[in-house]
């Protein structure tokens, strides 16, 4: 299946550490790669439908450390779609004035929801027709931009209706938040103070935090699958969805 990154800080951070090591699983996952990266309300967005392990614009986001809060990245193995630009993840659309961003991991079957104007998906993928569908229904439930506490509250009942079908694992962003959820598989770790030593489980690479960051960042790493050998990383229960913010996983609300 695909794999999953996702990054969510309280100071604009760059994700090349990470993203090194991650590009380095498109060997197995062969079919495309995107990454977004928020900036206030924008966002830049890479894709290629080429492998993130030969592409030139995986080499050009490996080079050039843009700094976010929020950044999303994915690895294409396909199962639905074929390979092509319109399919690669992470997806971007408008709702209440912001950008949204999507990636999934997995293979939804029967899932053919009805979808007005507002959201349609551009390529054949299952996952755009997820994104577009709930994006739909939030729009639904709330006529302006809620919190993320009420955000959080509605994606847990939309959630189930898409899970219902296959596997969604994802992570979705509007820049304020990171949502992750699980289905299968996924992990995360929040790097704060005391700092230390990380080393890239899929390439010889390792950093030492201490010497790049100040006493008070916090940056929260998500991933698929563990990314360095030497770092605690929590493992998601299934069903298990979590908002991030400011490198933290935020509190349920009561």
Not at 3 to 12: D, E, I, W
Not at 65 to 86: F, M, Y
Not at 126 to 153: M, N, R, Y
């Amino acid at each position: 299946m695909c794999q999953l990154l996702g990054m969510n800080c309280n100071t604009p951070t760059d994700i090349v550490f990470s993203f090194t090591g991650f590009a380095t699983r498109a060997h197995e996952h062969c079919d495309g790669f995107g990454i977004a990266f928020f900036e206030g309300r924008g966002v830049r967005l890479f894709v290629d439908h080429a492998a993130a392990s030969v592409s030139p614009v995986a080499q050009l986001v490996k080079q050039y450390p843009i700094k976010s809060q929020n950044v999303i990245a994915h690895i294409r193995k396909a199962t639905q779609g074929r390979v092509a630009l319109e399919n690669c993840h992470p997806f971007v659309r408008e709702l209440w004035g912001r950008y949204w961003v999507f990636a999934h991991n997995g293979d939804l079957k029967g899932f053919a929801p009805k979808l007005h104007a507002a959201f349609k998906p551009v390529g054949d993928t299952d996952s755009e027709q997820a994104f577009c569908w709930l994006l739909q229904e939030l729009a639904k439930h709330h006529a302006s931009l809620p919190t993320i506490e009420a955000l959080t509250d509605t994606l847990r009942e939309l959630v189930p209706h898409i899970a219902r079908h296959g596997t969604f694992n994802f992570m979705l962003s509007q820049g304020d938040a990171l949502w992750a959820h699980c289905s299968t598989n996924l992990h995360y770790l929040v790097r704060q103070a005391p700092f230390g030593l990380a080393r890239l489980q899929d390439q010889d690479m390792s950093l030492n935090f201490e010497d790049l960051t100040d006493q008070g960042d916090r940056v929260a790493v998500i991933a698929t699958e563990p990314l360095t050998s030497d770092e605690v990383w929590t493992r998601f229960q299934p069903g298990e969805l979590k908002a991030f913010v400011a490198g933290q996983v935020s509190a349920p609300s009561a």
